[in-house]
């Protein structure tokens, strides 16, 4: 028996509870049979893909394979969206609801440490909006699971398409390019997506998305409500006047202006948000960058982060107390401040609260281990603007491979970030009960 097939009967076995969303699914008996049996083929996939990643926009080589399997699979394929998104449609055989789900196509610039036999070793330069890699040679890694929700998405499709005469609607795969970012001067994401027409003709009536994560493998953790934060990428040029180091009076240091700016910025979350209404949002500096000598006072200092907010009016008011607060800083000292906010920032995320009630139920039968419910995260996914178009669930799912679980787990976003393959039929099970079950209630709803 192989290995992924002895985990899914651990996963499995004893989870089915029976409820009246899964009575609504239960002529699709050999759902779990149809997942086993594709299990091989996801998985290679998703290696082939992490081997080979390739930065935003510039996924030629995945959209590739992804449009080639698609079109093995039988379903109408289409290309070239928002540069090099796919789409794929599935058109069941019995009337129905047009249920979508979002994949994403790009990697990261970081050089993968985890030692995997399909480990990438693509090296390019960035160009990216990374102000610190920009025009640098850099490694490529699916750092961020984003080659896992392909192939959960590919594996939707193909057990779905075996009984596409039976499916009681539409399936609409996205796989969108530069949920990352795109490149400085370019356009993409998922706001580029919906702009070319994404989420018309035909137009889905909900979308499901899924989020790979470091945490027990085969466990979800969904919000009823607020998913992911805005995020803002700022920088910040605080300006003096140069002078030697003997004799800061000559001159106008920036060093102590950047200083306190940076922590007068963290009263902004702990003194002037109201913390009863939201939660508190997060300004954090990544980079400062000053000077070229030690007695040297510099000129400029220049600072560069990131800003998470829960909402939209606390996103620009956090963003104008940022500027009103360095800029009187510098006045103070006679130094003076300037903030730009780059493009290609993310909104806040938000689940369709009936839709998590109406499908939780679904989703706890799949989940190794209780559903846990929370308040979002404070990470950011362009997923939030398709849910801001139509209903939305967005949920993260622990993919630590059981062998490092008692190890420091590497979170997404980091070169030694690991996918437990077998868990990915967990991912694909919730997927495809999902779409089954809102397709019956949607057919029931309307007879």
Known sequence: MPPYRKTLF??????????????????????????DKAMPGVIELRHQIHQHPELSNREVETAKRIARRLRELGLEVQTGVAHTGVVGILRGGKPGPVVAIRAELDALPLTEQTGLPFASTVRVVDQSGDLRTRGKEVGVMHACG?????AMAMGVAEVLAARRDELPGTLKLIFQPAEEGPPLGETGGAKQMIAEGVLSNPAPAV??????????????T??????????????ARIKGRQTHAAFPWTGIDPVPVAAQTILAWQTIPSRQSNLSVLPAPVISVGRI???DRHNIIPAEVRLEGSIRTVSDEQREDVLQRMRRTAQHI??????????????????????DTALVDSLLPVLEQVSTTPVKLDNGTYGADDFAEY???????????????????????????????QVDDPSLAVGIRALSRMTLSYMRSADASST
């Open 289 to 291: 960058e000053a000077g």
């Open 207 to 220: 979308i499901f998305g899924i989020h790979v994560t470091a945490g027990t493998a085969g466990t979800f």
């Open 222 to 235: 969904l919000s009823r409500t607020r998913t992911t934060a805005a995020a803002d990428t700022f920088v």
């Open 10 to 35: 651990a996963l499995f076995f004893g989870v089915f509870a029976g409820s009246a969303n899964a009575a609504q699914t239960e002529d699709w008996g050999d759902l779990d049979a149809r997942i």
């Open 387 to 417: 849910a801001r178009q139509i209903p939305g669930i967005f949920m993260r799912m622990g993919v630590t491979p059981p062998a490092l679980a008692d190890k420091p787990a590497w979170p997404t976003h980091s070169p030694g970030f």
């Open 146 to 150: 984003h080659e896992a929700h392909m």
């Open 330 to 351: 510098a006045e103070a000292s006679g130094a003076s401040a300037e903030i730009d906010y780059l493009p290609g920032n993310y909104s806040a995320g938000h689940n």
